[in-house]
């Protein structure tokens, strides 16, 4: 019988000389999505009235819920339906099938939340709105401390409402984030060209952002699975569910849609953290930088007059050249260096007091060392 260091020996040879013999798939460690493409195991569960919303969010506390919220027909079920890829979500024409919020747990890992539809634009649905669905979700926005961000669904072809504009800001006011998804983009009327036809989406995201003063993130979805963009907003979506689930609290969620907003938009974000106020140390250090620079801008001042006002008196009564004195009383240059000579009379030392004060008051002197007269001597 071959010994184990033998065997290893032929193994190796065998993988050399024949490589595709010896070829075994390693399986990779599959990774758990929440929600994954196929065989999602769903759990639904209606909460019509007060009493059975409370009792859901207290048995589904420890997941992670997101909810999905817009007007009638603008396509929540639809969307709820495609990421899910089943028929769980009630999607029809007729207004107001979701009349409860229906907690759809996906894989024991995440909650997807069906909101009852807000009023359209026939507002058939208007009185129970009111009276019943409006309390309802807000009691579950306000009160449900494991949801972490609202999708909000807007058929792009229509007009901002009054009533979205304020339920968007109310739900914004009670610090739920908001994504903004704008579905049904593939029914816009056919352009002449793709590139009109891509004018003509964005006119209408600007138009809605607009009315709705919404600055953060959104997301063209459609649901027509046999279209690359429908397939590609399905993935972008849940990518970006993936990252609000991971989120630890509504502010982190809010940030990280922030972000990721500001990054496309190609803007910066401006820092929300208030500015921290210095320490009694920094003010005491501060000041005593301040002074120290105005004491030695003082005492340059004084400096520069007193030079100015001895050149000049020297110039004027001692007939010493004004070049000379200049470099002597400024750049401290002996007055050796150039020569003893004077001037034949007081008026031949005249000069221009705005030149000289120039001189002093500049720096050029300062970096720049001039050189002495051709005739003097050497210093």
Not at 292 to 316: E, G, M
Not at 333 to 360: K, N, Q, V
Request: net charge positive; aromatic share 6%.
């Amino acid at each position: 019988m071959a010994s184990p260091v033998a065997l290893m020996l032929r193994l190796q040879m065998r993988r050399k000389s024949f490589p595709w013999l010896c070829t075994v798939a390693d399986p990779s460690p599959r990774r758990d999505f929440l929600v994954q493409n196929n065989g999602n195991v769903v759990q639904v569960l209606k909460c019509p009235t007060f009493q059975v919303l409370q009792q859901g969010m207290i048995e589904l506390a420890n997941v992670p819920h997101v909810c999905v919220a817009g007007e009638s027909n603008a396509g929540k079920s639809s969307l709820i339906n495609h990421l899910l890829r089943k028929e769980l979500a009630i999607a029809s024409s007729v207004a107001g099938k979701t009349r409860s919020v229906d907690m759809l747990k996906v894989n024991s890992n995440l909650v997807l939340s069906d909101l009852p539809g807000l009023p359209s634009r026939d507002h058939q649905v208007a009185k129970m709105w009111d009276t019943s669905w409006y309390p309802l979700v807000m009691n579950y926005v306000k009160q449900c401390e494991a949801l972490k961000a609202m999708l909000y669904v807007h058929d792009i072809r229509w007009k901002v409402s009054p009533v979205v504009r304020s339920f968007v800001h109310e739900v914004q006011a009670s610090g739920l984030p908001v994504m903004l998804i704008l579905t049904k983009d593939d029914k816009i009327a056919k352009a002449s060209s793709a590139i009109d036809e891509h004018q003509q989406r964005i006119h209408l995201t600007t138009k809605v952002r607009r009315a709705l003063n919404f600055d953060g993130l959104h997301l063209h979805y459609n649901c027509d699975s046999a279209r690359p963009s429908s397939r590609r907003g399905r993935r972008t979506l849940l990518r970006y569910i993936e990252d609000i689930a991971a989120c630890g609290s509504r502010e982190d969620c809010e940030l990280m849609l922030a972000c990721i907003a500001a990054k496309k938009q190609g803007r910066t974000l401006p820092s929300k953290e208030p500015p921290s106020r210095p320490s009694a140390y920094q003010v005491r250090s501060k000041g005593r930088v301040e002074l120290a620079v105005f004491c030695s801008q003082v005492s340059q001042l004084l400096f520069l007059l007193k030079c100015f006002c001895s050149i000049r008196l020297r110039v004027l009564f001692r007939t010493i050249p004004l070049q000379a004195m200049v470099y002597h009383e400024v750049l401290r240059i002996p007055m050796r260096a150039y020569g003893t000579r004077y001037c034949e009379s007081p008026s031949d030392a005249t000069f221009d007091l705005r030149a000289a004060w120039w001189i002093l008051s500049s720096n050029v002197f300062a970096a720049v060392k001039p050189t002495p007269p051709a005739g003097g001597e050497a210093g």
